[in-house]
């Protein structure tokens, strides 16, 4: 019994077995969800009875479904997007002091951050409705830039303070205006950054819920408010079905991501 | 200063989003909800009323809808910092090589859509769902258990949500405890036990707190999982607002419903980044 | 290639003047650092010049064109930075060209300045590595290879060298001193460090709140200095306060000093500065009628000198260094010494405030 073990602090063995307890908790309901989705019964047991891919056919070649994926994705890249221009002009006019009350400003472009969704939601629900844009493709744009632009602030901002001011001066003086500057050093230094905002720009719009369905028409909509709507009514293997794609498609994105930049650093 | 109006410049596209879509309908629901409904006829648009608000206080109905969704809240937090703490540990102190694999399964499921996962949990808790088909064949019950349409179901449901905040709040703050601290109590006699809840555990207030303030916050404010765990009788603030508006279109009452929502959680926050800063002062 | 002239400069900041009706003149080829303590406005300068920074009162030319109006990539300026700045997603080859694609060079004329300016800073073959590969010196000159590729016409140094360890800075000090020499740019060096400033400049700006103290060669500086800041920061100087008497000064009962130059009236205070290096010590028996006596109160060994803090009549204290291998200077505590200053060597000034 050294001093080195006493002072390592490391969790034992129960503490580290009720962690990973809790862990597997967290799968629990996404293998869940991925095993109904081969059952060939309408409820799940353990052993499954029976495999079949049938779920997974009618959900590809059910229109509603496809039109539902189709829509949310649009959505989500289109809203990405324009948060990420808009973002990163406004975080780097507040990161580098080009007008006062940085701090105030900076609060108040993450404020959508602090409001339920629900009230975002029946507010621009009573707005819109309003001034007669309840209903429009382009009205859901902006509401999903509302809510994802905070994350893409975030990483903006936290990026820009995060590098040396000094490079994009180097720049200046060596003979580049300040756009070229920014293009050519600031850019590639905040990039992994950005993806990381910009991939949770894209999870929360592809998720939304509470804001999207006090907006969204007959026509518009998303996958998340298909399967709302779809569960409320009963549950089908259809809809773990559509689950399984998704949380195959986030696995995907989410390995990628990480290869590509090593973005678990910036969460 | 050119600085100035290229600043500008580039804030305004933003600013002006925000203000158009965001900043006015909010300020928009306060008229609203100070205005009286009728059935069947909609918003009377002369003549103001605070029966909207009253209501939220009175109501008997009103009360216990808010109540339940404070009483969640407190739940929910503190059934996420019980479990978040160890993964949080295991994830700082343990075996370095574990690190990212846990990170990415604590990640993970955030990433997944929240409807997915609440209809997992559908799946999981139904009375033919998977534990009562589970624990039935196993013998251990006889009939189903209710896990499901109920606070119950509502409980695992948002803690299994809101747990990944929690436990990267808290590795944050983990990971800033200075080791030195730990190991000067260790010469200084301290148990291991000792050690953790005298100086690693209130090291860690600012992580606790400030996941704590954020789960207790998206609690209250969850209208997905409630909606879909809770079914339509157990209703917390943010459904009832959801019913209010789609299908009793009593929207000055949604709007008094929601304007309160809103100004708890803003408070909430407010004064949590206040005390952090005083308490950062003092550190 | 271009003079510099600042007239009338000035900066507030919220009400803190940091630099105040500054007048300066660089000539063409000239290097002159802008010396003094953090905080005296010689950043302030050196960013207003480069265009980071706008006056808040006076011009700036450069080569007699007004460019205080002018941004800084219109200024045809090079600036080399404390943090070196270099960009860490480029290769030191890119870096390098970074100035010269901003005049549109392209191609082999691009290809073959760029080599020139690294052979210059002798980085040769350096030009596929990253930043992160090479050491703080190479960093540094990469820095120094990209301000002058572009033949800019004015270069300036924002403390280039404090970022580097002692004997690191020694061999850069050379270095630039070198290149500065081979090239013949007109430069503003700013530093705090004195003795870079002094080996390095053609003149000096020695700076304190805002204002020149004094402008002047290292060697004026050094020797005549003008204010009392001066005499205090540069060198390692005493300071002994004193009445004047006709043409000496009395320091204390009986203990008179004979500057060679007095131009302060008769029984004005004044401060009276003394190097540390320019105190002789004579042993009892070598004593001159003109030598004041004092006792060795402390002994410092430190490698090529010795320190002796010596005490005098009336108690004060002065600090003196002697070089080790001088084998008459050495006693020890308890002694007594005869101080032999030569009248050159005492500065007078008179006491302020």
């Known amino acids: 019994m050294g001093w080195a073990g006493m002072t390592d602090q490391k969790p034992g063995f129960i503490v580290s077995s009720f962690a990973l307890l809790v862990v597997f908790f967290l799968q629990l309901p996404v293998i869940v969800v991925v095993l109904a989705s081969f059952s060939e019964t309408s409820y799940l047991t353990i052993p499954p009875q029976g495999w079949t891919l049938d779920w997974f056919r009618e959900v590809l070649t059910d229109n509603t479904y496809l039109n539902a994926i189709k829509i949310s994705l649009i959505l989500a890249v289109s809203a990405t997007c ?74 903006a901002l936290a990026s820009l303070s995060g590098m040396d001011v000094a490079m994009e001066e180097a720049a200046r003086v060596l003979g580049a205006d300040s756009f070229t500057a920014f293009r050519l050093v600031t850019l590639p230094l905040i990039k992994p950054g950005l993806v990381a905002g910009a991939l949770f720009s894209f999870v ?64 | 200063m050119v600085n100035l109006r290229s600043g500008l410049l580039l804030l305004a596209p933003l600013a002006l989003v925000l203000v158009a879509s965001f900043a006015i309908p909010l300020i928009m629901l306060v008229p609203t909800s100070f205005r009286e409904y009728s059935p069947g006829h909609g918003i009377i648009t002369d003549g103001w009323t605070i029966r909207n608000y009253l209501n939220i206080l009175t109501d008997e109905y009103y009360r216990e809808v808010v109540v339940r969704t404070a009483w969640l809240g407190i739940s ?34 955030l990433m997944l859509n929240l409807v997915v996962r609440s209809f997992g949990w559908i799946v999981l808790l139904s009375n033919r769902g998977l534990i009562n088909n589970l624990l039935i064949d196993i013998g251990l019950i006889e009939r189903p258990l209710k896990l499901i349409f109920n606070l119950t179901g509502m409980l695992i449901g948002l803690t299994h949500i809101y747990l990944p905040f929690m436990v990267l709040m808290l590795v944050a703050s983990l990971q800033n405890v200075p080791r030195d601290v730990e190991a000067a109590a260790a010469t200084l006699g301290s148990s291991r036990f000792h050690i953790f809840r005298a100086i690693t555990l209130p090291l860690t207030a600012p992580g606790i707190i400030s996941g704590s303030i954020l789960v207790f916050v998206l609690t209250i404010s969850a209208l997905v999982t409630p909606r879909m765990l809770g079914g339509p009788v157990y209703q917390v603030m943010a459904t009832l607002i959801y019913d209010e508006y789609m299908q009793l279109l009593d929207w000055p009452s949604g709007a008094a419903l929601s304007f309160s929502l809103a100004f708890a959680t803003v408070l909430i926050i407010w004064l949590s980044s206040r005390m952090t800063k005083r308490w950062a002062g003092l550190a | 290639m271009s003079d510099l002239s600042l007239q009338r400069l000035a900066k507030t900041y919220d009400g803190h003047q940091a630099v105040r009706d500054v007048n300066l003149t660089i000539e063409e080829g000239e290097f002159v650092s802008l010396l003094g303590p953090s905080g005296c406005g010689k950043t302030t300068i050196l960013r207003m010049v480069a265009g980071l920074i706008t006056p808040t009162g006076g011009s700036i030319r450069i080569g007699g064109r007004d460019v205080t109006a002018l941004p800084p990539n219109k200024r045809n300026i090079g600036l080399v930075f404390q943090s070196y700045a270099l960009f860490p997603h480029m290769t030191v080859f890119e870096n390098v060209a970074f100035g010269l694609r901003r005049k549109k060079e392209r191609g082999s004329e691009l290809e073959s300045r760029v080599k020139e300016a690294l052979a210059l800073v002798r980085l040769d073959g350096y030009g596929e590595r990253y930043p992160r590969q090479l050491s703080g010196g190479q960093q540094q ?49 700013v530093t705090h460090d004195q003795t870079e400033a002094l080996s390095l400049s053609d003149r000096v700006c020695v700076m304190h709140d805002g204002i020149i103290q004094q402008y002047d060669t290292p060697e004026e500086v050094y020797r005549r200095p003008k204010t009392a800041f001066v005499a205090s920061f540069i060198g390692k100087p005493n ?21 060679s130059s007095l131009e302060a009236a008769n029984g004005q205070s004044v401060d009276v500065f003394i190097r540390q290096e320019a105190v002789s010590l004579l042993a009892q028996g070598n004593m001159s009628c003109d030598a004041i006596a004092a006792t060795i109160a402390l002994r ?18 002065l600090v003196v260094e002697a070089p080790s291998a001088a084998s008459a200077m050495n006693f020890e505590p308890g002694d007594t010494v005869g101080l032999d200053i030569r009248p050159d060597d005492m500065i007078v000034l008179p006491r302020e405030g």
């Not at chain 2, 703490?85 to 990170?103: K, S």
């Not at chain 3, 090529?304 to 009549?313: E, F, K, N, T």
């Open chain 2, 76 to 109: 929910v937090t503190g059934l996420c910092l019980l479990l978040g703490y160890p993964v949080a540990y295991l994830i700082v102190r343990g075996n370095p090589r574990w690190r990212l694999p846990l990170v990415m399964l604590v990640i993970f499921p």
């Open chain 3, 300 to 317: 410092s060994f430190s490698g090529a000198q010795i320190q002796y803090v010596v005490r005098l009549s009336n108690g004060s204290e």
């Open chain 1, 204 to 267: 929360v719009s592809m998720e939304n819920v509470p804001v999207t369905i006090f907006l969204a028409g007959a026509r518009q909509t998303t996958l998340p408010i298909l399967i709302f709507t779809s569960v409320e009514m009963g549950v089908t293997p259809g809809v773990a079905a559509v689950s399984t794609l998704l949380i195959v498609a986030t696995l995907v994105v989410l390995l990628l991501a990480e290869r590509w930049t090593g973005f678990h650093r910036f969460v």
């Open chain 1, 82 to 155: 324009l948060s990420l221009v808009l973002g990163v002009a406004a975080s780097y006019a507040i990161a580098r002091r080009m007008v006062p009350g940085s701090e105030a400003l900076a609060s108040f472009l993450m404020a959508p951050l602090a409001i339920p969704a629900v009230v975002i939601g029946v507010a621009m629900l009573q707005y819109f409705s309003l001034v007669g844009l309840r209903g429009g493709f382009v009205t859901l744009i902006i509401a999903h830039v509302v809510i994802t632009v905070p994350y893409i602030v975030r990483s």
């Open chain 3, 141 to 189: 000159r990469v820095a120094m290879a990209r301000a002058i590729a572009p033949r800019p016409s004015l270069l300036l140094f924002d403390e280039p060298l404090s970022n580097l360890d002692a004997k690191l800075r020694d061999e850069m000090q050379i270095e630039l001193k070198r290149l500065q020499r081979d090239l013949t740019i007109t430069t503003l060096f």
């Open chain 3, 239 to 259: 300071q002994l306060s004193g009445v004047v008497k006709g043409q000496s000064v009395e320091i204390a009962d009986g203990v008179v000093l004979k500057p």
